[in-house]
């Protein structure tokens, strides 16, 4: 079991440096304020014993459990309330859960409103996945005619068109170009 100054500690290693691989103890040791970098080997320790950190190739780096946000396994009821469990199912990390950290991946930020009817409103922010082939009602992020847009593809009897998500604007059907960038796989929204 952590102390509190151990817990204080270990939180804003994870806020620094999240999955990084850690710095030194010297380095540590002058960001966190301490006289001697023994005091974060002892820190380290303590944090590994508990499973906290891991060791690889002589770097250590948060253990990726302790990253993300927690999961509770009961779903909150969009009506009427109920109690709710107080039983965390597990920490869902973004980075894992849409590969964030692949170098295939994109965030875009959505501007505009023809994909409300989709939920996806001005601000979003649309997880992307690189790929330049979609499939019938694959939301995508494609270049057409000259611009970017976030739409539906559509396919049918050999026609390829984007459709948006809202009855104010029309389907999109190249007149030139059309090249798919990638297909979105969720999107991230602040309040």
């Known amino acids: 079991m952590l102390t509190e100054k151990q817990k204080t500690f270990f ?6 440096y999240k999955n990084e691989a850690l710095p030194s103890f010297e380095t540590l040791a002058k960001e966190f304020g301490f006289k ?3 005091s974060i080997w002892q820190y380290f320790n303590k944090l590994k014993e508990e499973n906290l950190i891991t060791e690889k190739n002589n770097r250590f780096y948060i253990n990726k459990e302790q990253l993300g946000a927690v999961l509770f396994s009961s779903a909150v009821k969009a009506g ?13 990390s973004l980075d894992e859960s849409f590969k964030i950290n ?3 991946t994109f965030l875009f930020t959505v501007s505009g409103d023809s994909m409300i009817d989709l939920g996806i409103f001005e601000g979003d922010k649309v997880i992307v996945q690189k790929s330049n082939t979609a499939k ?3 939301i995508v992020i494609a270049f057409i005619d000259g611009g970017y847009t976030i739409k539906t593809y559509r396919s049918k009897n050999g026609k390829v068109w984007l459709q ?10 190249p007149k030139e170009q059309l090249v798919i ?7 991230v929204r602040k309040f």
């Open 36 to 38: 001697h970098k023994n």
């Open 102 to 104: 692949s170098p295939s």
């Open 164 to 173: 948006p998500a809202n009855s104010n604007y029309p389907d999109l059907y």
């Open 181 to 187: 960038f990638g297909i979105a796989q969720g999107i």
């Open 136 to 138: 019938d009602g694959d």
């Open 11 to 16: 939180e804003k290693l994870k806020e620094l």
């Open 80 to 92: 009427f309330a109920s109690v709710a469990d107080d039983y965390i199912e597990k920490r869902v």
